[in-house]
C-alpha cells in the first residue's frame, strides 16, 4: 500500500473537516461574544449613569435639605428672639459702645470668649444674651452640618458669629449678598439667598445662606449661615467605589467637591474629567462617553447639569476603561479558550474520522490493484462492515472468487499443465502450481487454509492477517531456492481430505501431488 497517498487522503480529509468544521464555530463564536460585549458595554454604560444619577439625587437632595433646614431656622423662636431689633443681637450690639467702632471693638473679645471682663451695664447685657442663645446656635450647628452662622444687622454690622473669624465681616462675596438683599422692596425680597461657592481653604469650597430675620413683615436683621463642602464629599465619598472619580464643576472651572480621584504611584491624578463632558453638561445634556470616541481617554465618563437654585454645574463621574470593560475582557479570554479548545477538539475528532473512514478504502483501492496486477491470492477485509465499505469489500470478494474460477478451470490447467510439461520439468513450478491449486480449490482464503491446516505461519501486520511463508509458494519467483515440498504435498492431502471427488479441483490436485512425489522419486534415483 502507498503510504505517501494514505497520509495525503487523510490530511485532505483532515483539512475539509476542519474548514467546513471550523467556519461555523468561528462565526457563532465570534456573534456570541459581540452580541454579549455590547451587552457588557451597556451595562457598564447603565452603571455608570446609575452611579451619576444616585450623586445627582444626593447632592440635591443634600442642598434642598440645607434651604428646608436654613428657612425653619429663619422662621423658628430662636432666629426671632434673638434677632429682633429690641430685644436681640442687633439692639444688644448698639449697646456695647457709643459708636459702631467701639461696640465691634468691645464684640470680639466676646465673640472669642475671652477671660477680660468689661465694666458697663450693655457689656453685661450682651454676655447674658449670648450665653442665652450661643450654645442652641451651636447645637443647631452640628445637627445641620453647617460650618458657621453669624447675623448682621441693617447697617451690615456683624452682631453676633458662632465661630468669629476676621474674613466673616469683610468676605465681599457675603458684603455683595446683604446689600442686594436689603435692596430689595418687601414684595421681592426672597425668602433665602445664597452666594456663589468660593475656595475656601486648599481642598474644599464655601458659600452662606441669607435669610432675612422679620418683624410684622418688616426685616429686622440677617441670619448668615456658611456651608462647605466637606460634609457633601464625605457623604459622596462613602458610595463611591474606590477607582472612580467624581467632580462637581462650577462655571469656572472649579470642582466644589473635594477633588478625591484614584493616583498613580507617582501620587498624580490617573483620571481628569475630560473638557468635551464638561462643556456638554454645561450646555444641559447628558450622557456617557466611552474611550471608542476619543482615543487618548483612558476612561469611561458620564456627565450631567445640576440646577440648585439657578446656579448650574457639571456632575461628571468617571471610572477606568480597565475596571470599567473588566467582564468585557474575562468574555473575551473565556471565548478565545473555548476557541483553542474546539480547535483541539476538531483536530482529534478530524485525525479518528480520516483513520476511521480513508484506512477502508485506501485497503480496498490497494486490493483492487492487486487484483488488476494479476494477484489473486490479495485477502480481502471488511466484510463484516453492514455499511457501503462492507458491500464494496464484499464485491471484491466475490470478483476475486469469480476470476480465480476461471483461471483455474479444468481445461485451462489440462493446458497448462501440458505446457508445464513440455516447458519445465523443475520442482518450483510444481509447487507453485500445487498451491494455487489448493488455494483454489479453498476459496482463494489464504489465512484460512493456513490457519485450520496449521502447515503454514499467519502474522498480524496493521489489523489485518498475513501469511507471508505462503505467498511465496504463490509465484515461482518467490519460491525459495530449497522448497518445503513436504509442507506443499501436506497441504494437498489436507485440502484433498475436505473436498469432494466429484469437485472440479478434485483431479487436478491428485495430479500434482502426483507430479510432485514421482519428480521427487526421480530426483532421489538421479542422486
Not at 113 to 131: D, I
Not at 373 to 378: F, N, P, Q, T, V
Not at 388 to 411: D, N, Q, V, W
Not at 481 to 497: A, G, I, M, S
Amino acid at each position: 500500500m502507498d503510504m505517501g497517498y494514505s497520509t495525503r487522503l487523510q490530511r485532505r480529509f483532515m483539512w475539509w473537516f476542519f474548514s467546513l468544521s471550523i467556519i461555523p464555530v468561528v462565526m457563532l463564536t465570534g456573534y456570541f461574544t459581540w452580541s454579549q460585549s455590547q451587552l457588557l458595554i451597556n451595562q457598564a454604560h447603565q452603571q455608570l449613569e446609575h452611579e451619576r444619577d444616585r450623586n445627582y439625587a444626593t447632592i440635591t437632595s443634600y442642598f434642598d435639605d440645607q434651604v428646608r433646614a436654613v428657612i425653619n431656622l429663619a422662621a423658628s423662636d430662636l432666629a426671632i428672639s434673638s434677632g429682633g431689633r429690641f430685644y436681640g443681637f442687633p439692639h444688644a450690639f448698639q449697646q456695647l459702645g457709643n459708636n459702631t467702632r467701639q461696640a465691634q471693638r468691645r464684640l470680639i473679645p466676646i465673640l472669642q470668649q475671652s477671660s477680660s471682663q468689661h465694666a458697663g451695664v450693655t457689656a453685661q447685657k450682651y454676655r447674658r444674651l449670648y450665653r442665652r442663645f450661643h450654645h442652641q446656635f451651636q447645637a443647631w450647628l452640628a445637627r445641620y452640618a453647617f460650618n458657621n452662622l453669624a447675623m448682621f444687622d441693617l447697617n451690615q454690622n456683624l452682631v453676633y458669629a458662632v465661630k468669629p473669624h476676621p474674613m466673616t465681616q469683610d468676605n465681599p462675596s457675603l458684603k455683595r449678598a446683604i446689600k442686594q438683599l436689603m435692596s430689595l422692596p418687601d414684595q421681592q425680597r426672597p425668602k433665602w439667598v445664597r452666594t456663589a461657592f468660593e475656595p475656601h481653604g486648599s481642598r474644599t469650597m464655601q458659600a452662606w445662606y441669607l435669610v432675612p430675620i422679620l418683624k410684622s413683615g418688616q426685616m429686622q436683621s440677617i441670619l448668615a449661615i456658611r456651608t462647605t463642602t466637606d460634609n457633601l464629599s464625605a457623604t459622596l465619598r462613602q458610595r463611591q467605589r474606590p477607582e472612580s472619580g467624581l467632580w462637581l464643576i462650577n462655571q469656572n472651572h472649579q470642582s466644589l467637591l473635594n477633588s478625591w480621584v484614584p493616583h498613580s504611584n507617582q501620587a498624580t491624578p490617573s483620571i481628569l474629567p475630560p473638557k468635551h463632558a464638561i462643556n456638554a453638561a454645561f450646555d444641559g445634556q447628558q450622557g456617557v462617553m466611552s474611550p471608542s470616541q476619543y482615543a487618548i481617554m483612558p476612561q469611561l465618563t458620564a456627565y450631567r447639569p445640576v440646577n440648585v437654585a439657578g446656579a448650574s454645574w457639571a456632575l461628571i463621574t468617571c471610572t477606568p476603561q480597565k475596571s470599567a470593560y473588566r467582564p468585557l475582557r474575562h468574555l473575551y479570554a473565556i471565548s478565545a479558550t473555548l476557541v483553542i479548545v474546539v480547535i483541539v477538539l476538531l483536530v482529534f475528532i478530524g485525525h479518528w474520522l480520516s483513520h476511521r473512514l480513508t484506512l477502508p478504502i485506501l485497503q480496498l483501492t490497494w486490493c483492487a490493484e492487486q487484483f488488476a496486477a494479476g494477484e489473486l491470492d490479495y485477502p480481502v477485509t471488511h466484510r463484516q462492515r453492514n455499511d457501503e465499505i462492507g458491500r464494496l469489500a464484499s464485491a471484491l470478494s466475490h470478483l476475486k472468487h469469480s476470476m480465480r474460477a476461471r483461471y483455474f478451470a479444468p481445461s485451462s490447467t489440462i493446458k497448462h499443465k501440458e505446457t508445464h510439461v513440455h516447458q519445465s520439468e523443475g520442482i518450483h513450478r510444481r509447487l507453485v502450481n500445487a498451491m494455487n491449486l489448493a488455494l483454489a480449490a479453498w476459496d482463494g482464503d489464504k489465512v484460512d487454509l493456513a490457519e485450520k491446516s496449521g502447515l503454514w505461519r499467519v502474522y498480524q501486520d496493521k489489523g489485518s492477517f498475513q501469511t507471508r511463508t505462503l505467498d511465496k509458494y504463490l509465484h515461482v519467483e518467490t519460491v525459495p531456492k530449497t522448497p518445503r515440498w513436504r509442507n506443499v504435498v501436506r497441504t494437498l492431502d489436507f485440502v484433498l481430505k475436505h473436498t469432494s471427488e466429484q469437485s472440479p479441483h478434485y483431479q487436478s490436485l491428485k495430479q500434482a501431488q502426483s507430479d510432485i512425489q514421482n519428480w521427487v522419486s526421480q530426483d532421489k534415483g538421479r542422486r
